[in-house]
């Protein structure tokens, strides 16, 4: 894997869960039917209609944009629960799109909740995100995933029987 194959699913899962990422880089894909994923996936569908939705540039694809004085990049997320992941999965879409464009910032969107959230990409968080891409890297060379951890937000993961049980 390069650098250039990172997408901003892997810096999610990065952020939230280290061996998930490896089964997701590894293409060991889990029940993705599940009542989670079929809410954030009507929530992308049907929320913020008008909007021309998956805007792709080589590997980031962003739920949509708008362009004014400055242009602003939405992400659409099911739950403001955790966070995390969502974040810095919009940092990774701004940090690529900083070369292109330099006013550029980020918005989170739950529609669910009514609720939004600015992001802005910092000196510091790119230094951040550069470690996390370094990361990233070195997880897709391991050759066994890194150990299960059991946290909070564990039993609604589709690899919870995979790596508690």
């Not at 939405?74 to 810095?88: C, M, N, Q, V």
Request: net charge neutral.
């Amino acid at each position: 894997m390069n650098k250039e194959d990172i997408t901003g699913v892997m810096v999610q899962y990065y952020m939230v869960c280290k061996r998930e990422l490896w089964f997701y880089i590894k293409q060991i894909n889990m029940n993705y039917n599940n009542d989670d994923i079929s809410i954030g996936r009507f929530l992308h569908e049907n929320s913020y209609k008008r909007e021309n939705k998956e805007i792709r540039i080589d590997n980031i694809v962003f739920d949509f944009v708008k362009k004014g004085d400055e242009l602003v990049i939405f992400e659409i997320k099911k739950s403001s629960k955790l966070t995390i992941g969502a974040r810095y999965q919009l940092y990774f879409y701004l940090y690529n799109l900083r070369l292109l464009k330099s006013d550029v910032k980020g918005v989170l969107l739950y529609p669910k909740e009514r609720k939004k959230e600015e992001i802005i990409l910092t000196d510091e968080i790119i230094e951040e995100m550069d470690n996390i891409i370094n990361g990233i890297l070195e997880v897709s060379n391991l050759m066994t995933p890194p150990p299960a951890k059991n946290k909070p937000f564990c039993k609604g993961c589709s690899f919870y029987e995979l790596c508690m049980v």
